[in-house]
């Protein structure tokens, strides 16, 4: 549960970084990219240590799995909250099934 809670935490941080300042468009891209990549070290702050906590009980594979799920779900509510965009249904279709991918990753073959 650790290694989740701190890649949610490192996936809020990214995705804050990546897409946050898309509500600032008039402020130089100079700017928010040395704002970005502050926001994007606190980031690493958590990724890091997840990955390595969770390598104890899950291959790479398999954290690059969660690791994308939490990414897909922290867009969505930032999307929504934040950015004020619609989830459209096709939107959501689609990330529906790259979650659902992840039947593949965790079944023993």
Do not use: D
Not at 13 to 18: L, N, P, Q, V
Not at 69 to 80: A, D, K
Not at 81 to 87: A, H, I, P, Q, R
Request: overall charge positive; glycine content about 4%; some cysteine.
């Amino acid at each position: 549960m650790k290694t989740i809670i701190l890649l949610t935490i490192s996936n809020i941080f990214m995705t804050i970084a990546w897409y946050g300042h898309l509500k600032y468009k008039h402020t130089s891209v100079f700017k928010v990219i040395v704002i970005s990549w502050l926001i994007a070290f606190l980031e690493y702050c958590f990724q890091v240590p997840a990955n390595r906590i969770g390598h104890y009980q899950f291959s790479a594979a398999q954290l690059k799995t969660i690791q994308e799920v939490i990414t897909l779900i922290v867009f969505c509510v930032f999307s929504v909250v934040y950015l004020k965009e619609e989830l459209k249904w096709n939107y959501l279709v689609g990330f529906s099934m790259i979650i659902g991918a992840t039947f593949f990753i965790f079944k023993e073959w």
